[in-house]
């Protein structure tokens, strides 16, 4: 085992009706003034927005709202919030969502307690970011693990720049987690939350370490138990049973636990943003889009763990491991499928790109050629590129 330093912080309120412990929580932070941050129409549509501010109301907390957060959550509205937050003496920011209106909360909790430094700079890694405010979440759709994570990820649209943030000020104070709060969400959003769920845990699972022998363990029965419950949840997103173990899952998949003592990889997740940042397409679709390209790209760096990965998560008995590492690979790619998402550039809503749209797309993910992605394989924009044009073909 590895060293590593493992710190979650954020309460996490799980089950039916645990959004009447919300005044609880709001207690223990001592929040009187709350700032509200929620999506389009689904959290009004279903009254959930009402009930919150309800309970807000008779717990004595003063509120004011901030709705209109778009998937690939963009900086404009942070920037908007932040404003309101300081004018309003917020206490504490309430996200009621899932992880774009989560990471707008957390931005607006840092740009709020920092009035003096624009929130971009923090992304751009141009400020250090030394203090923030508690972010509080009522989750509606399990995918992103913004719940419980240390990272938030922004969108400059007038830039054209999609950045992440890893700090230990972006775990939230609090999590409320209601499986019936998923219940209306549409088909394909359930099956990117899945998509998603998985791809934080592939992404810290393949990554050069292979002696952690308790986090790997992890690592795979959360694999297997998504697998298991995805297609149920995909397939009626009001099967409590199954919502309520994707929603775990998700909390879990990016809350550090299924990586420690490893390096996280991430390459499909750098590969995915590109493609959101340019096109603006669904998170999760951007990243089953690349997953199997990227896999076959960089498999001969190790087939035994992705024979591992084949054997232990999708019951692969080829004893060859490169066979068996095809064979999980193609399956995991089946599965994907199964739900109704993209497996290659093709079947996004972009289409396929020409040369000079997947040389954009490379250069865009290595930041202008002056970055390197990923630790299984280190990724240069030439590597990047031939996996975008893999993707391409596929």
């Not at 919300?22 to 009187?32: D, T, V, Y």
């Not at 919030?81 to 300081?86: H, L, Q, S, T």
């Not at 790209?297 to 999708?314: L, T």
Request: hydrophobic share 40%; proline share 4%; aromatic share 6%.
């Amino acid at each position: 085992m590895k060293s590593f330093e493992y710190c979650v912080p954020t309460r996490v309120v799980f089950g039916t009706d645990s959004l009447e412990k919300l005044p609880a929580q709001l207690e223990k932070c001592g929040a009187l003034r709350v700032l509200v941050v929620y999506g389009g129409q689904s959290a009004k549509k279903s009254g959930l927005l009402d009930k919150v501010l309800a309970i807000l109301s008779g717990a004595g907390s003063s509120h004011q709202e901030l709705g209109g957060v778009q998937p690939n959550p963009h900086l404009g509205l942070a920037r908007e919030g932040v404003k309101k937050a300081i004018a309003m003496d917020a206490q504490l920011i309430l996200a009621i969502g899932g992880g774009s209106v989560i990471d707008t909360a957390k931005a607006i909790a840092h740009g709020a307690a920092n009035p003096g430094t624009d929130i971009w700079e923090f992304w751009k890694r141009r400020a250090p970011l030394t203090k923030s405010m508690p972010v509080g979440v009522v989750l509606t759709i399990p995918a992103a693990g913004s719940e419980t994570s240390d990272s938030a990820v922004l969108t400059n649209a007038e830039a054209g720049e999609k950045r992440g943030l890893n700090t230990p000020f972006n775990r939230p104070a609090f999590a409320i987690l209601d499986p019936l709060l998923a219940a209306t969400l549409p088909v394909h959003q359930v099956a990117c939350g899945v998509s998603d769920i998985l791809m934080h845990t592939l992404d810290r699972y393949f990554n050069p370490v292979t002696d952690n022998a308790l986090t790997d363990e992890l690592a795979e029965a959360l694999l297997r138990v998504v697998l298991e419950y995805g297609p149920a949840a995909v397939r009626d997103a009001h099967d409590e049973k199954a919502m309520s173990e994707i929603m775990w899952a998700g909390s879990l998949s990016h809350n550090g636990l299924t990586g420690l003592g490893g390096k996280k990889d991430f390459a499909t997740h750098q590969l995915g943003h590109a493609l959101s940042e340019k096109f603006d397409v669904y998170h999760g679709d951007s990243l089953t889009a690349v997953w199997s390209s990227w896999a076959r790209s960089v498999m001969d760096e190790s087939p035994a763990r992705f024979a591992r990965f084949a054997r232990n998560v999708w019951h692969v008995e080829e004893a060859d491991d490169t066979a068996a590492a095809l064979a999980g690979i193609a399956k995991q790619e089946s599965f994907f499928r199964s739900i109704g998402m993209p497996v290659c550039l093709g079947e996004l809503s972009c289409g396929k790109q020409d040369e000079a749209g997947l040389a954009d797309l490379a250069s865009r993910c290595s930041y202008g050629k002056t970055r390197t992605i990923g630790t299984f394989r280190v990724l240069d924009y030439e590597k990047i590129l031939a996996i975008y044009r893999r993707a391409n073909e596929a």
